[in-house]
């Protein structure tokens, strides 16, 4: 198993610019979420999705969007990409939701480092 | 203030010595802690989780512990080696469905 992927692994933009982020999962997970990382700071949701064909917003959702068309892929969207997005991107699953337990645990993928000048 | 509190924010230690680490949480109502561990470059790995009625629990070298009463948490890692160099994440579950993570303590396991 794979586990989770994501691609790209390094991406610049420039401001305006848009791109998508992959995020793909091979454990039959129905939850999936994408985070920010930023130096210094915890990591923050963005967006996550409970099952196929379904988003929410996390924490800091402003100035991306997601879609979930299949179970195994979670897409994380830049329309206009600003130089405050600059940041590393990991995207996550889990089997369950965050109730607690083994079963909600998250495994994460490798991270997307973005570049926004 | 950030609702989970790492310390220290790094920490360097020779091979073969112990180390703990704090995580201080003011979220409520509190649902399980989470240490996961992030190599450089990586995404975080999950070391443990602890729920209420947990004290205490093991993996390994490392062992954390729980005090829902004062809401403070620590991993102690003993005997530690090279690849125990990384960041350590303190998550915490509240209210069921949300989280909060620390913003880690990067650790340095020198030879």
């Known amino acids: 198993n794979a586990g989770v992927t994501q691609t790209p692994k390094f991406r610049v933009l420039k401001t305006g610019q848009s791109m998508t982020l992959l995020c793909a999962q091979d454990m039959n997970h129905e939850y999936m979420y994408w985070y920010r990382q930023d130096p210094g700071m915890g990591l923050r949701l963005i967006h996550y999705s409970v099952g196929e064909g379904t988003t929410a917003k996390g924490e800091v959702p402003d100035g991306y969007n997601v879609s979930r068309l299949k179970k195994q892929n979670f897409l994380l969207g830049l329309e206009s990409a600003a130089p405050s997005q600059t940041s590393v991107y990991f995207c996550?699953?889990?089997?369950?939701?965050?109730?607690?337990?083994?079963?909600?645990?998250?495994?994460f993928g490798p991270g997307t480092r973005l570049t926004v000048l | 203030k950030n609702q989970v509190e790492q310390s220290p924010q790094s920490l360097i230690i020779l091979e073969g010595k112990n180390c703990t680490l704090q995580c201080n949480y003011t979220v409520s109502p509190f649902s399980n802690l989470r240490w996961y561990k992030q190599d450089t470059g990586r995404g975080p790995v999950s070391l443990t989780i602890m729920t209420f009625s947990e004290n205490t629990k093991s993996n390994g070298r490392y062992t954390a512990t729980l005090d829902a009463d004062t809401k403070q948490s620590s991993l102690h890692i003993t005997a530690s080696q090279l690849s125990d160099s990384a960041s350590y994440i303190c998550?915490?579950?509240?209210?069921?469905?949300?989280?909060?993570f620390g913003a880690g303590t990067r650790l340095t396991v020198k030879p």
């Open positions: 998550v915490v579950t509240y209210n069921n469905n949300d989280m909060r």
């Open positions: 996550a699953s889990s089997y369950s939701s965050l109730g607690g337990g083994d079963l909600d645990t998250q495994y």
